[in-house]
């Protein structure tokens, strides 16, 4: 089982017992979840017959009894070889990272799921989150699969499917009329004051190691080679980064010859786009955006929690940032059903427009081994291509009429 040694400080290091604790006492910086690599004994045989599912590394996963895990077998989602894609772009090796299809239908699942077995461990009588959207279902999912209380903190404004699905796992919405930043204080403020684990708060520590599997996952389905480039939807910037550990930890235990050669992309959309910014501007801080504006509503976090830890990331892999506009981001998600059948929302639309802005540009070139990560699904925004989309025809149910419109190409 994962052998969690300590909570340590990103910034100064120093080291906590683990506990509910995500802030360092030194110097405020954030916590994370440190491992004794040297006692961990994995090959890669030892995943060969592992379950499909992301606990198939719970070596690497900061859950100390098997026991607690509370698992919708999320994770081991398709890599998708994009060959009509990868065609129209230009591309000779696209894969997409298919997470749309997860229990949820997001990669929410997998720091969700971390989370809320954690909370289970340390024997917490209730869960909650704050969301932009797709983690206030994953929550509600796994916490109704644990059997304790949810509570949502979520802007109001956000797509009625998310707060529906939310609503029918049975947790507590909380609406707030604001932005993302106002529902994620309240949150911090009421984690501070009851016992309860908001997931990606107070056991945030836990909870972004559950996106670490994105990359393990990638990895593996790839014959244990390292793609040469990733891109990836950012909003809080914890993905990316939990991303970027995850390859540096396959390293570290010897599972990949190397990960000098991988760059990774971070993509937001214009609407709201602070690390893209600090990025191109070649700014160390990053620039909170106050009224975030775009339909890519998942990833609209105007004041990044972990803004600059993905900028770093972005340096220290070579990688590049890109912000396509709304329009773009509809394109990219008709672009995406139509060529290869999968249907994003937003987000993934974001990642394979700033693909097309980067293979356009001459940035990528077309023999390079590219994944892109489809981290959401269509179904939960409609209202974001509905413009784009024919209005079906009503026909009367008869025969004759309707075979008048249909031509079938070389018939
Ligand atoms: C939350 C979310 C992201 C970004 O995650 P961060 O870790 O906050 O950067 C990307 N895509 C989708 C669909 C999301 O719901
Ligand atoms: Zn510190």
Redesign the pocket.
């Known amino acids: 089982m994962g052998s969690v040694d300590a909570l340590r ?1 990103r ?2 290091k ?1 080291e906590y017992e683990p506990s509910l604790k995500y802030i ?1 006492d ?2 405020l ?1 954030p916590l994370d979840v440190t491992y004794d690599y040297g006692s961990i004994k994995v090959s890669r045989d030892t995943f060969a017959n592992r379950e499909k599912s992301y606990w198939r590394y719970l070596e690497l996963l900061p859950i100390a009894d098997k026991a607690n895990i509370v698992s919708l077998e999320a994770g081991f989602t398709p890599l998708h070889k994009a060959d009509r894609l990868g065609e129209v772009l230009g591309l000779k090796h696209l894969y997409l990272k298919n997470d749309s299809v997860n229990p949820t239908f997001s990669f929410k699942d997998r720091p969700a799921g971390v989370a809320v077995s954690k909370a289970r461990e340390m024997g917490l009588k209730a869960v909650g989150c704050a969301s932009t959207g797709n983690l206030a279902s994953a929550t509600a999912a796994h916490a109704a699969k644990a059997d304790l209380p949810c509570y949502i903190f979520a802007p109001k404004d956000i797509e009625y499917a998310k707060i529906a699905q939310a609503l029918a796992y049975g947790a507590e919405f909380i609406a707030v009329d604001g932005t993302y930043d106002d529902a994620n204080r309240i949150a911090a403020q009421i984690s501070d004051a009851k016992p309860i684990g908001i997931v990606n708060v107070n056991l945030r520590p836990y909870y972004v190691e559950g996106s670490k599997t994105l990359a393990y996952e990638v990895v593996e389905q790839l014959n244990w080679k390292v793609p040469d480039h990733l891109i990836v939807p950012v909003a809080s910037g914890a993905m990316l980064n939990a991303i970027c550990r995850g390859l540096e930890e396959l390293a570290e235990l010897n599972l990949v010859d190397g990960i000098d050669n991988a760059r990774v992309t971070a993509a937001q959309a214009k609407g709201c786009s602070p690390i893209v910014e600090a990025f191109k501007k070649k700014r160390d801080e990053i620039v909170p955006v106050e009224y975030p504006n775009t339909i890519a509503k998942s990833l609209a976090i105007g004041d990044p929690g972990d803004g600059i830890y993905a900028l770093r990331r972005l340096r220290q892999f070579n990688g590049y940032a890109e912000d396509p506009d709304d329009d773009e981001i509809r394109d990219a998600i008709l672009l995406l059903a139509r060529y290869e059948g999968i249907f994003t929302e937003p987000a993934g639309g974001v990642a394979v427009a700033s693909l097309k802005r980067l293979v356009e540009d001459g940035r990528i070139d077309k023999d390079e081994h590219v994944v892109c990560y489809i981290t959401g699904n269509g179904l939960k925004s409609i209202d974001a291509i509905e413009g784009l989309l024919k209005k079906p025809r009503i026909v009367k149910p008869n025969y004759m009429d309707v075979a008048k419109m249909i031509s079938i190409a070389g018939m």
């Open positions: 400080c910034e100064c120093q360092c030194e110097c910086g």
